[in-house]
């Protein structure tokens, strides 16, 4: 391999290095490590240009500095292992530079570059980044379910939202939920979800679970099955409605219109009122729900279930005017406007797309279909039927022609059959219902006899979309075939009628215009989301946009920035990760009826028992990075209590540290590390360090442990115990610190001190004998340092 074309500057000063750096620059400290990064490629993109900090020489003195030392960050490894300030008085910073990799490394590598390195994981140190990892932007952590023996014991930490979370359209923050559902608070875990998600009763029903087909574990074995657990949780929400959807406790004297009583409305109805808004739901239809009513039928969203929710949502204090078309005479937009301090308009789209053929008029839309249905009417089906569309919606309607006892349904779409739109479970589904697939076929000619349906000819489609994705299929005249079919139902989509709105409002394909941030509308006052805005999309995308415009509304009648609830996890968010879900388990399925029970009125699937979905938790692998900091002289510096002085600031050891993208620190863009600064050593003090590796030469630490205790009278008066390569970040051992205080180092004491500082470990799959080395290595220094080695535990730890 070879390096990428980078420039170098050598600088004279930091101010001049700072300059240098600029936003796409890297700091040369030693080499040691940077070097190896760049020729390797182990990044995506590379610095272009290296500020070699060399010549910089106040960073490489070594001074004291009021009875402690000031040590700079160029100063040498070697230089730390036998200088005599650092021998004589802080022996635990010479024993930690001596025992990194060989004499050559240590020549050349540096304070900075050691305390700075990138970590060493092998899928992030992959050359030519075969593997983009979550420390390189990406969504997954290779070691977690893969390769781990050398990664962390305690836990794990996320840089950004898990891709469960960052899947779901609405950021329902699926692993903090879970993790409150392992906890056993399950009130807690579904507070968590109303944060973003008031519907989960409905979405735990027909959402498209966007989130388990990105959850990580599918590369394990099978996703999380989140959407059932949700369902539970939700189920719960309405057993318990006065408490989860309960009035605000205060009413602001402002009020807010919602048209369209659909997902996108009611969640924004919720959120709107949560806050103390007045809130009044406006819909054209007899009955709010919007297609949740209208179109998606019972065995998939029975009403009861919708009618409670829309029950709960009522008694927040929600208003409903049914029957009340915006724009008719009574209900125009001007006069909402002047009602209400502001309006959401969500009304979705219900204008039924046509194939545009003659002899159109003997097809049945599937939506009316669909909803003629819900309706409680059951309209008369063919013997033969022939469904035409190729997304969940035609499956729908293709099911529920069957269900009303059609003898033989069939479903042809342009698409071919790994390209339609239609969910995998309801295509699934329709297959075990019996219903034939005639993927790559469109509707050419429509077959009539004496002005009756007889069937319809189909024609084959090479290509739906042209090279820049646009819908323009492509036919084969050549190959067709005609379906005999006593009824056809065209489900093909829908497309809005927004011309209530008024032409300014409303772009050349009928959608609505917004301001993408906001929700806002050109219209002062007025803001809109879902299906209106989109075009068709899913029950959950439609929530999320709903949630996302009440808080504009909010921030708007309000005149407050508000501050939200963290994103679905927050960056360096510290997690602990479950060595139970990192084993192959069996999935949990929910309880479905036989095929041969199934009805348009009764629900398929049942809800999850609270134990099912409990152990349905346990398998979440709480995603984050696992990767370890690979320093020995950052445990040294923290026991110490040495402060890390940079261009900018001071900051204590203990906070030096973080996970970040391609770092491990908390310096800014072009921060530089200038020195460390090293307290006076306690009088009293033995200092230890400890180091696990499996080769003495050139090895990073296994398990790195740092210890410094102070004895009076033959008592701990204060023990500092650090340690490195067993947790994402440097770590102490703080209870283990306060157990040894005011106790006589004994062998059972320090046992007893080494078993508490492992007590919160949770190992990976693979690196379960960390846990013993650290136990160890912690007992071996406690023993040390109160002068009575035991040299039998040093043929305690595994090699």
Known sequence: MELRTFETIAPDSVPQARAAHGKDGAYLAGGTDLLGVLTDRIHATSPARLVDLQRLSELRRIQPERGGLRIGALVTLAELARHPAIVGRYPLLSQAARAVASPQIRNAGTLGGNLCQEVRCWYYRAPDNVFPCMRKGGATCNALLGENRYHSIFGAVRLGAPAC??????????????????????????????????????????????????????????????????????????????????????????????????????????????????????????????????????????????????????????????????????????????????????????????????????????????????????????????????????????????????????????????????????????????????????????????????????????????????????????????????????????????????????????????????????????????????????VISAIGAGQRTARSIDEMLSGKKRRTEPEPTCAGQAIRCEPESLRPQPRLETQRRPAAERTLEDEDDATAPAEAAAREAKRCANCGCVAVSPSDLAPALIALGARMVTDRRVIPAEEFFAVRPRATTVLGDGEILRQVLLPPPPRGGRQRYQKFRLRNSIDFPIVGVASLVTQRAGRVREARLAFSAVAPTPIRARAAERFLRGRRLTEEVAEAAAAMAVQDAAPLAHNAFKVQVLRTLVRRALLDTAGAGDKRAKKTVPT
């Open 165 to 538: 979370a960052d899947g779901c359209p609405a950021g329902v923050p699926i692993p903090r939920y879970l993790e409150r559902l392992r906890e056993g608070d399950e009130r807690a875990a579904l507070e968590l979800i109303l944060e973003r998600n008031p519907l989960p009763a409905i979405t735990g029903r027909v959402c498209p679970h966007f989130c388990e087909q990105a959850c990580n574990r599918g590369l394990l074995d099978q996703p999380v099955a989140s959407r059932a657990i949700e369902r539970r949780l939700g189920d719960m929400a309405l057993a318990e409605a006065a408490r989860f959807y309960a009035p605000p406790r205060r009413n602001l004297r402002k009020s807010v219109a919602v048209v369209g009583a659909g997902p996108a409305g009611l969640a924004a109805a919720f959120y709107l009122r949560r806050t103390g808004y007045a809130v009044t739901v406006f819909d054209d239809h007899p009955e709010p729900g919007g297609m949740l009513r209208y179109a998606i039928p019972a065995y998939r969203l029975p009403l009861s279930v919708l009618r409670r929710q829309l029950e709960a949502l009522a008694g927040m204090g929600i208003r409903f005017e049914c029957g009340r078309p915006v724009g008719a005479k009574d209900l125009a937009l001007a006069s909402l406007r002047k009602r209400f301090d502001a309006v959401f308009l969500a009304t979705g789209t219900w204008r039924e797309k046509r194939l545009g053929i003659a002899h159109e008029e003997l097809l049945t839309p599937g939506l009316s279909f669909l909803s003629a249905i819900r309706a409680g009417r059951k309209p008369a089906v063919g013997e033969r039927v022939l469904v035409i569309g190729g997304g969940s919606v035609a499956v729908d309607v293709a099911v529920s022609a069957r269900r009303l006892g059609a003898r033989e349904v069939s479903l042809a779409c342009l698409e071919a059959r790994d390209e339609m739109p239609a969910f995998p479970e309801d295509l699934a589904l329709a297959i075990e219902e019996g219903i034939r697939l005639l993927p790559s076929f469109g509707p050419q000619r429509v077959l009539a006899e004496k002005g009756r349906l007889a069937g319809l000819e189909l024609v084959r489609c090479t290509s739906v979309f042209d090279e820049e994705r646009r819908f323009r299929p492509a036919f084969d005249p050549s190959t067709s075939r005609e379906v005999a079919a006593d009824q056809v139902l065209v489900a093909i989509g829908q497309g809005p009628d927004n011309r209530y709105a008024g032409a300014a409002l409303v772009d050349s394909r009928g959608l609505l215009c917004i301001e993408p941030e906001s929700g806002a509308t050109a219209l002062g006052g007025v803001f809109a989301g879902g299906d209106a805005v989109t075009g068709v999309g899913t």
